[in-house]
């Protein structure tokens, strides 16, 4: 994205996704949020994203939104950007996907580990992960982006560390390629599961809380962009 698109972006006064950019409509919720919440008015500047890279500017008129700019595509990155992360207790999953999302992360991974204390069955999976990329969906508004990151999961830790970098103390730094990161839980991951992981990184001299240590691995890897 270009600077003069990007500060386009950050200058409008609400940023909704919506279904097709070509003719943007607004759902209840939205049109809600839009001019009730942020109490958007006539003539101010709304931008719309369909969530997949295409976004365009409209005009606010009469509790709706009039196309004013051409669409715009944004490429997809060619390193996207994975972070897994262990279910930890209370709310903290949201706080995690909610700012994972700002940093930019393409895809963000539930996972149950073998030391995890908090583990979702089926049915609670399903409304765990409707809530979870409602969340996502909320922060891609509040931050702008234009590209809505998967959220999914929950999957088995040991069946997702061979194509992954476990964060664990005494690994290597955090380097270019290392494109799928995970966090493991309070108790940290087991012998059998550092023996299948793709390699070791370490974020740090300290033992980090694992909303921590997953916003540490997107912020280090994105100190080595490709």
Not at 136 to 153: K, M, N
Not at 155 to 183: C, H, N, S, T
Request: proline share 7%; glycine share 8%.
């Amino acid at each position: 994205m270009t600077p003069e698109a990007a500060d386009s972006l950050r200058r409008s006064a609400a940023h909704v996704v919506v279904d097709d950019v070509s003719l943007p409509v607004l759902g209840e919720a939205e049109t809600h949020h839009v001019f009730r919440v942020l109490r958007v008015a006539d003539g101010d500047t709304v931008s719309v994203t369909d969530g997949r890279g295409g976004w365009r500017l409209c005009t606010a008129i009469g509790g709706a939104v009039e196309p004013t700019g051409e669409v715009q595509q944004e490429v997809p990155p060619s390193d996207p950007l994975t972070i897994g992360f262990a279910v930890p207790k209370s709310d903290r999953p949201e706080w995690i996907v909610q700012k994972l999302t700002e940093l930019g992360v393409d895809r963000i991974v539930v996972l149950h580990a073998d030391r995890s204390v908090v583990r979702w069955d089926a049915q609670r999976g399903e409304k765990h992960l409707a809530k979870l990329r409602r969340t996502a969906l909320e922060a891609v508004q509040q931050c702008r982006r234009v590209f809505v990151p998967e959220v999914d999961g929950p999957y088995d830790a040991i069946d997702v560390l061979p194509r992954a970098v476990a964060a664990e103390p005494g690994g290597r730094k955090v380097a270019q390629g290392d494109d799928f990161m995970v966090i493991g839980p309070e108790g940290g991951w087991s012998e059998r599961e550092l023996a299948v992981a793709g390699d070791r990184v370490s974020l740090g001299p300290n033992v980090l809380r694992v909303e921590t240590a997953a916003l540490v691995a997107a912020v280090q890897r994105y100190s080595h962009p490709e």
